[in-house]
C-alpha cells in the first residue's frame, strides 16, 4: 500500500475536536462500534485515573491515545475542510465523546456549585467539543443510520429513563450507562479533574492527500493490526469495488451496507451478544467453494484471500452490472442460508415435516453439506433442477449417510462432498452423485454393499458411534408405523437399551460377558420411550420392563410390537433376541430407504485381496505377514496381532476367497503360542534351505522389516 501524500501531527484531544471544528464522519465499510465496557472502555477509564496521579505528582503531562487516521473532505467552493472521513481511530473517539456527553450532563446538574461565568464557559467548551461550528451539527456522526440515532438521542436527551428499551440495549448506551456508574461524579472538584485528565490526553492524526483510497488503506491497517473478521474484510473488499469505479453512488454504498450488515451479520450474533466467527467462517468458505468448486478451506486466514479470487469480483474495476450480479447472487445466497436455519430446527419440533432425509441432514450434518445446499437450492431457484430431483438427491445422502454409520464409519470427512463437486463441476444431479457413490473406488466414503450394510446393521455398535444416527431410524421406523394410522411424531424420544448395560437382573438371559458386549449397543437392543418411562425402567428385569412398556404401548407403536413379538429377551448365541429384532427392523429400513440401490454397488479391491489371492494356502505365517503389510509402520502386540488375524478370517469366509486355511482360528491366542508361531514361522525359505526373517520384534512388539514391505508392495504396485 502506497500513501500519496499524508501529513502526520499530534495533537490535544480539544485541539482535534475544537480548534479544527470539523465533523467526523464513520463510512459504511467501517466495522459498528464494539467496544465493550467490561474490556477496553473500563481499562481506558482506569488509565486515566492512573494518569491523574501521576499529574498531581507531576511525573506526566500527557497521556498519549494512539493514532487517528482520517482523509481531509473540501468544500468545492472555498477548498476548506467541511469534513473528516474517520478510517481508523472510531472506537476511541466514540468512547471520548460519550465520556464528553456524560461531563456536560453532569454540569448542567451541578449548575449551581459554579459562577454563572464558569458554567457558561465550561458549556461552551463541551459544545465546541461536541457540536461543530455551532450549529448543532455533531461532531461525530454515523453511515449507519440505526447506529447514528442512538447517538443522536444519547447527544439530545434530557431523559434517558424514558428511552426506548431498543436503545438501551445498545452498546453505545450501555456502554454511557456504564461510564456514569464507573466515575459518579458529585462535586465540582471532581468534574473539574476530569476536565484536566481529557485535556492532556494526546492523539496523533494522520491525514491522508486526496487521490488516496481511504479503503484501501483501512483494508491494509485492519490486516495487518487488530483482525477484522471475516465478515467485515468482505465487506470493506466490496466498498473497495465500488470506490474504485466511476459508477460508485450512495445506492450502491447502502446496499452493501444492508447485505452485509442489516441482514448477513444479524444472523451471526448470539445470545450473549458476541458473533459466532465459527458459523460466520463457515459460511463464507461455503459461499466461496460453490462459486469456485474448491475443497473446504480450513485456514480462516484464507478465506478473505480466495473470496477475492471469484470470477465476478476477482478485477475490481469491473463493470456495474457485473458487480450488481455478484450482490444479487450474494443475497439470495444469504436468504438460502436463512432459509436452511429455518428448516435446520423443524426436525425436532414439528409434526409436519415435508421431507424427513432433507430435515435430518440439516440437522446433522448442516456444516459437511452446506456447499451442496447452497448449489442445490441456486439450481432450484434459477429451475436447472426440480424440487423432486432436489428430493432425491437429498434421499440418496440420507440413505448414504445411513449406510456410512451402520458400516461403523460416521462421515465427517467434508472434502468427500468437495471432492464431488469438484469432479462435476457444480453440475449436481441425482444420476452423477449415484454414479460417484457406487462406482468411484476411489472415494472411501462410498455407498456400502448390500453385504456390509446387512451384516453391519445386525453387529455394528450403532449407539457408541452414533447415536443420533441410532434414534433417527428407529424415529423413521416409528413414524413408518405412524403414517399407517395417519399420525406423526416429533423427534423428543429418548434411546433406550432394552438389555441394559448393568445386568445385575438378567444373570440368566446372556451365554458369557464376551458375547453380550458384542451385541448389547446394536440397533436390535435399542427402542424409543418417552423422557418419564425411560427414567423409571431404569435396570428392571425383562417381565417388569415389559409390563411397564406395555402401558405406553399405545403411544410408541415400535414397543407395541417388541412387546407382542418376545416373550424373553436373551443375548445368547442359540437363542439371540437381539439378532432376530435387528432383522425385523431391517425389513422396515429396506420400505423406507431404497436399499435397493446398494445392489449397484460395486465392490472395490482391496490390496487384502492381492496378497490373500497370492497364497494357495494361508498359514499363520501368511496371515501375520498379511496382517503387518496392512498396518506398516505401526508395532503390534501378539494380543493386536491375534485380534487382526481373526477378523482377516471372518473376510476370506464372507468373500468366498477358494483359498484353504492351514490353521484354526480357535487356536489363535496372544499368549506363548502366538510368541513362538511368531518365531518359528516368520521367514522364507529358498531352495537353499536359508533362512530370512520376515518380521522384527523389539520390546515384545512386530512389525515388518522394510525390506519386505517395498518388495511386496512393488508386486502390487499397479493397486496401489
Not at 440515532?149 to 456504564?178: A, C, G
Not at 467462517?281 to 478451506?297: A, G
Not at 412398556?549 to 437363542?575: D, F, G, H, R, V
Request: aromatic share 12%; net charge positive; charged share 30%.
Amino acid at each position: 500500500m502506497q500513501i500519496e501524500n499524508f501529513k502526520a501531527k499530534e495533537f490535544s484531544v480539544f485541539e482535534i475536536f475544537v480548534d479544527k471544528n470539523v465533523p467526523f464522519f464513520v463510512p459504511f465499510y467501517q466495522r459498528k462500534y464494539n467496544w465493550t465496557y467490561e474490556e477496553e472502555v473500563l481499562e481506558l477509564i482506569n488509565d486515566l485515573e492512573e494518569f491523574y496521579l501521576e499529574i498531581k505528582n507531576g511525573n506526566q503531562k500527557s497521556y498519549y491515545l494512539g493514532n487517528i487516521i482520517v482523509k481531509p473532505i473540501k468544500s468545492k467552493l472555498s477548498n476548506t475542510i467541511k469534513q473528516y472521513i474517520l478510517i481508523d481511530g472510531q472506537q476511541r473517539l466514540t468512547t471520548l465523546i460519550l465520556i464528553f456527553n456524560y461531563l456536560k450532563k453532569i454540569l448542567k446538574k451541578l449548575k449551581n456549585s459554579f459562577t454563572s461565568e464558569e458554567y457558561e464557559l465550561y458549556i461552551f467548551e463541551l459544545d465546541k467539543i461536541l457540536y461543530s461550528n455551532m450549529i448543532n451539527k455533531r461532531i461525530l456522526s454515523l453511515s449507519n443510520p440505526s447506529s447514528d440515532d442512538v447517538l443522536m438521542r444519547i447527544f439530545d436527551s434530557n431523559d434517558f429513563d424514558n428511552l426506548n428499551s431498543e436503545i438501551k440495549k445498545t452498546i453505545y448506551f450501555q456502554n454511557y450507562e456504564n461510564i456514569s456508574k464507573k466515575l459518579n461524579i458529585q462535586s465540582k472538584e471532581e468534574l473539574e479533574k476530569w476536565f484536566k485528565i481529557l485535556k492532556n490526553i494526546k492523539l496523533a492524526q494522520i491525514s491522508l492527500g486526496e487521490n488516496d483510497n481511504e479503503i484501501s488503506v483501512f483494508e491494509s491497517i485492519n490486516s495487518k493490526g487488530l483482525p477484522l473478521n471475516s465478515l467485515d474484510l468482505i465487506k470493506n473488499y466490496l466498498f473497495l469495488i465500488s470506490s474504485s469505479n466511476e459508477w460508485r453512488n450512495d445506492d450502491i454504498d447502502k446496499r452493501i451496507e444492508n447485505i452485509m450488515s442489516n441482514k448477513l451479520e444479524k444472523i451471526f450474533i448470539q445470545k450473549n451478544g458476541k458473533k459466532d466467527e465459527g458459523a460466520m467462517n463457515h459460511f463464507f468458505s461455503s459461499l466461496i467453494e460453490k462459486e469456485k468448486f474448491i475443497e473446504p478451506i480450513k485456514n480462516k486466514k484464507e478465506i478473505y484471500k480466495e473470496f477475492k479470487k471469484i470470477e465476478y469480483i476477482k478485477n475490481k474495476n469491473i463493470s456495474k452490472e457485473q458487480f450488481e450480479i455478484f450482490l444479487f447472487k450474494l443475497e439470495n445466497t444469504i436468504d438460502d442460508y436463512q432459509n436452511l436455519l429455518k428448516y435446520k430446527k423443524e426436525f425436532h419440533i414439528s409434526r409436519n415435516i415435508k421431507n424427513y432425509s432433507f430435515s435430518y441432514l440439516l440437522n446433522s450434518k448442516f456444516d459437511l453439506y452446506l456447499t451442496l445446499f447452497f448449489i442445490i437450492s441456486e439450481k432450484l431457484r434459477n429451475k436447472e433442477i426440480n424440487q423432486e430431483e432436489a428430493n432425491k438427491i437429498y434421499e440418496l445422502l440420507d440413505m448414504h449417510n445411513m449406510s456410512m454409520s451402520i458400516k461403523g464409519s460416521v462421515n465427517k470427512d467434508s472434502r468427500f462432498i468437495s471432492k464431488y463437486i469438484k469432479l462435476v463441476n457444480g453440475n449436481i444431479n441425482y444420476v452423477n452423485l449415484l454414479d460417484y457413490l457406487t462406482n468411484n473406488f476411489k472415494n472411501k466414503s462410498r455407498l456400502t454393499t448390500i453385504e456390509e450394510f446387512t451384516n453391519g446393521f445386525k453387529n455394528t455398535d450403532l449407539y457408541l458411534s452414533d447415536k443420533k444416527m441410532s434414534k433417527y431410524i428407529l424415529y423413521r421406523i416409528e413414524n413408518y408405523l405412524n403414517y399407517r394410522s395417519g399420525e406423526k411424531i416429533p423427534f423428543n424420544y429418548t434411546l433406550e437399551h432394552i438389555f441394559p448395560i448393568n445386568d445385575r437382573n438378567w444373570k440368566n438371559n446372556f451365554d458369557s460377558l464376551e458375547y453380550k458386549e458384542s451385541f448389547i449397543h446394536t440397533i436390535g437392543n435399542l427402542t424409543l420411550l418417552t423422557n418419564n418411562v425411560n427414567s423409571s425402567l431404569s435396570n428392571d428385569g425383562w417381565e417388569t420392563k415389559k409390563e411397564k412398556m406395555k402401558e405406553y404401548s399405545y403411544l410408541i407403536k415400535l414397543n407395541k410390537e417388541l412387546i407382542e413379538s418376545n416373550s424373553e429377551w436373551n443375548i445368547k448365541e442359540n437363542n439371540n433376541s437381539v439378532l432376530k429384532r435387528s432383522e425385523i427392523l431391517l425389513k422396515y429400513i429396506k420400505k423406507i430407504w431404497p436399499i435397493e440401490l446398494m445392489k449397484n454397488v460395486k465392490k472395490p479391491f482391496h490390496i487384502k485381496d492381492k496378497l490373500i489371492i497370492q497364497k494357495q494356502k494361508l498359514t499363520i505365517a501368511d496371515a501375520i505377514e498379511i496382517v503387518l503389510f496392512e498396518n506398516y509402520g505401526l508395532a503390534l502386540t501378539p494380543k493386536q496381532i491375534e485380534k487382526e488375524i481373526k477378523n482377516l478370517i471372518v473376510y476370506i469366509e464372507n468373500n468366498d476367497f477358494n483359498i484353504e486355511i492351514t490353521f484354526s482360528k480357535d487356536k489363535i491366542s496372544s499368549g506363548g503360542w502366538m510368541i513362538e508361531r511368531l518365531h518359528s514361522n516368520c521367514y522364507e525359505c529358498n531352495s537353499k534351505r536359508n533362512e530370512k526373517n520376515l518380521f522384527k520384534k523389539n520390546d515384545k512388539k512386530w512389525t515388518l522389516i522394510e525390506e519386505n514391505y517395498l518388495k511386496i508392495k512393488n508386486k502390487l504396485k499397479n493397486h496401489f
